[in-house]
């Protein structure tokens, strides 16, 4: 990796890791329709993102979790760019008990049972269509879905996929039991009929899903024809259940399933588990060095405990989970030697403030927006102005002497964030507040 650049989305999240002609973009969404930094429409700031890179030989992406705020972007890109991504990385779908998929299997109750309008529903769609429609806009041979486990390569280096777990995956058990009260709803005496075929293809969605999953990873790549046959027949499936809607949905159960899906705590249930399962992956290490990198996407405290024991002792940059709002901060980063921290932030209704144990890890923050930060409302001015970069030109000083905090192109270290107006260093005094 030669050079990293964190772009300004509001609330999502855009990170684009570079190579000498080539780049790995690792998610882009956002929640927003403008962005105030340049009071700038986001589907524009995201068109000006890939001309930004057009001229690579080889653009690869990849997803973590299946939330708006990390995949609108992507999606807009491939609609007005279907070949922009020579290769896309999907996360695979963890299995629960007895091997079934909770996130599919809530996402399609919501998909059916839900407006288009309503948040669950929306989260989800995507994750039902993905193989169908990223696979006829990118190309169903440049996609690959990573678990736990697997690795890929990309500019010279290897990357481990440390998360999420593929078999065994530890759901937070109110995600489950809400899970199972919906199938426990549909399969009452009451049924009039269109329920029992509802769950059956509903049974056999899921095995295919996972069976997509398994066609499509690294390690058990399957020919191309069978990989089009069971994407073509999960559309099928999909379109079957699709002409059950107005059915289902004068179901007696229909009711009862709608109150519970609209619930704040299932929805609350269902973002946990989804960041849970977020894909994790490092650099396979040969030796300490600007290539250690651990991105975490919106991994939560709980699931990244289980890593403990898979971590290095220290990275040279962290990419701090869920917009580095408290709810992602790990006390395992307070054991590992850091130099530099990404944060993706802005404001959104259901987020929350920059985690202030950030400041307190000895490392250089890099953020895409301030508008959060209880630190920048205070004092006016950067935590970095009191921090030491050791990648300077002139070698260790404070941060706000390198020279891209001052309007500079070099920043030493390589990581830069971009805006709709410009390009800017570590220190954020003039970011949109």
């Not at 736990?148 to 995956?169: A, H, M, Q």
């Not at 191309?224 to 999960?234: A, F, G, I, M, P």
């Not at 307190?360 to 205070?378: D, F, G, I, V, Y």
């Amino acid at each position: 990796m030669h050079w990293l650049e964190m772009h300004n989305m509001e609330y999502g999240e855009c990170i684009v890791l570079g190579g000498k002609s080539t780049m790995l973009m690792v998610d882009c969404g956002t929640v927003n329709q403008y962005i105030r930094e340049g009071e700038t429409s986001c589907d524009a700031y995201i068109q000006k993102i890939g001309a930004r890179y057009a001229s690579l030989q080889d653009r690869r992406f990849l997803l973590t979790h299946y939330h708006r705020d990390h995949l609108y972007g992507f999606l807009l890109l491939l609609k007005n760019r279907p070949g922009y991504f020579s290769r896309v990385y999907l996360p695979a779908s963890p299995e629960g008990p007895n091997g079934t998929l909770p996130l599919i299997d809530f996402a399609l109750f919501a998909h059916l049972f839900l407006t288009p309008q309503n948040g669950c529903s929306q989260v989800n769609t995507l994750s039902l269509r993905a193989f169908d429609r990223i696979g006829s806009m990118a190309g169903l041979n440049r996609v690959t879905v990573l678990g736990g486990g697997d690795c890929f390569s990309w500019d010279g280096t290897d990357y481990e996929v440390l998360w999420p777990r593929k078999e065994g995956f530890p759901f937070p058990e109110l995600f489950l039991s809400v899970t199972e009260e919906l199938n426990v709803l549909l399969s009452n005496p009451y049924s009039t009929g269109v329920e029992k075929d509802f769950l059956s293809y509903k049974e056999e969605f899921c095995r295919m899903y996972a069976q997509c999953c398994r066609n499509f990873s690294p390690t058990l790549r399957a020919l191309e024809e069978k990989c089009l046959r069971d994407v073509n027949r999960l559309r099928e499936l999909l379109e079957v259940m699709d002409g059950l809607r107005e059915e289902l949905n004068q179901s007696p159960a229909a009711p009862d399933i709608r109150e519970l899906l609209e619930q704040p705590s299932t929805r609350t249930a269902y973002s946990e588990a989804a960041n849970a399962a977020s894909l994790v992956f490092h650099n396979r290490r040969t030796s300490p060095g600007m290539d250690d990198i651990l991105m975490t996407g919106d991994i939560t405290p709980e699931a990244l405990d289980q890593l403990a024991d898979c971590l290095y002792d220290g990275y040279y940059i962290l990419k701090a989970p869920h917009h580095g709002t408290a709810s992602g901060f790990s006390s395992l980063f307070q054991e590992l030697a850091v130099s530099h921290i990404l944060i993706s932030n802005g404001e959104y209704h259901a987020g929350g403030v920059t985690c202030q144990e950030y400041l307190e890890l000895e490392a250089l923050r890099h953020c895409t927006n301030t508008s959060q930060c209880k630190w920048m409302q205070t004092a006016d001015c950067c935590c970095n102005r009191l921090a030491c970069c050791y990648e300077q030109p002139s070698g260790r000083g404070l941060a706000i002497k390198c020279p891209a905090a001052g309007g500079g192109k070099d920043s030493g270290c390589g990581i830069y964030v971009l805006g709709p107006t410009g390009q800017r260093g570590c220190l954020c005094d003039v970011s949109v507040r």
